[in-house]
T-cell receptor, first 112, second 115 residues
Framework: GNSVTQMEGPVTLSEEAFLTINCTYT??????LFWYVQYPGEGLQLLLK?????DKGSNKGFEATYRKETTSFHLEKGSVQVSDSAVYFC???????????FGDGTTLTVKP | ETGVTQTPRHLVMGMTNKKSLKCEQH?????MYWYKQSAKKPLELMFV???????ENNSVPSRFSPECPNSSHLFLHLHTLQPEDSALYLC??????????????FGSGTRLTVV
């Protein structure tokens, strides 16, 4: 079956540090890949996506590249801010296979 | 209104109460989902509706009863809940079932506490 594995948190960084949150996946077909962010007290928001191999998704300074050869979709940001403190979820969807899977989430705390 | 709206935002109920959670979307989406998010646990998919028909029910106890009267509204009826049912209940919608291009739009959730 499908699965998504994220690096375990919590991750604590100082402001302006470089961020990487690792995500690897297992899928039977050709999924689309997503990163969602959940700020305290809120639901999940779509952060970025990639729908095929070698696509790069980007938004708000965050980036992730769909790597089929390593089945990975790592989230990166060059300089984090305190306002980036949130829980980040990696997810995949295979609409033609009727499957959508979320990772367990990684909590990021950025300190001033 | 845009996006997915969930009401109420917070709910405290006794184990013998009956209450309902409401979810509303005016995005023209065809699929809607209920998720349960408990502390230190992964997101749990509870129910999936596509074009108002239930297509997935992931072994959820019968004390949770979903209803989808039209493509814009989704309810979760609750009765005789247990303290371990306390969690954040998230509603989501997508253009099509298990949307693989645009992803899901989530509501802000209902924080449920069972006492």
């Amino acid at each position: 079956g499908n699965s998504v594995t994220q690096m375990e948190g919590p991750v604590t960084l100082s402001e302006e540090a470089f961020l990487t949150i690792n995500c690897t996946y297992t899928a039977t077909g050709y999924p689309s890949l997503f990163w969602y962010v959940q700020y305290p007290g809120e639901g999940l928001q779509l952060l970025l996506k990639a729908t095929k191999a070698d696509d790069k998704g980007s938004n708000k300074g965050f980036e992730a590249t769909y790597r089929k050869e390593t089945t990975s979709f790592h989230l990166e940001k060059g300089s984090v801010q305190v306002s980036d403190s949130a829980v980040y979820f990696c997810a995949l969807s295979e609409s033609d296979a009727g499957k959508s899977t979320f990772g367990d989430g990684t909590t990021l705390t950025v300190k001033p | 209104e845009t996006g997915v709206t969930q009401t109420p935002r917070h709910l405290v109920m006794g184990m013998t109460n009956k209450k309902s959670l409401k979810c509303e979307q005016h995005l023209g989406h065809n699929a809607m989902y209920w998720y349960k998010q408990s502390a230190k646990k992964p997101l749990e998919l509870m129910f999936v509706y596509s074009l108002e028909e239930r297509v997935e029910n992931n072994s959820v106890p019968s004390r949770f009863s979903p209803e989808c009267p039209n493509s814009s509204h989704l309810f979760l009826h609750l009765h005789t809940l247990q303290p371990e049912d306390s969690a954040l209940y998230l509603c989501a919608s997508s253009q099509d079932l298990y949307e693989g291009f645009y992803g899901y739009t989530f509501g802000s959730g209902t924080r449920l506490t069972v006492v």
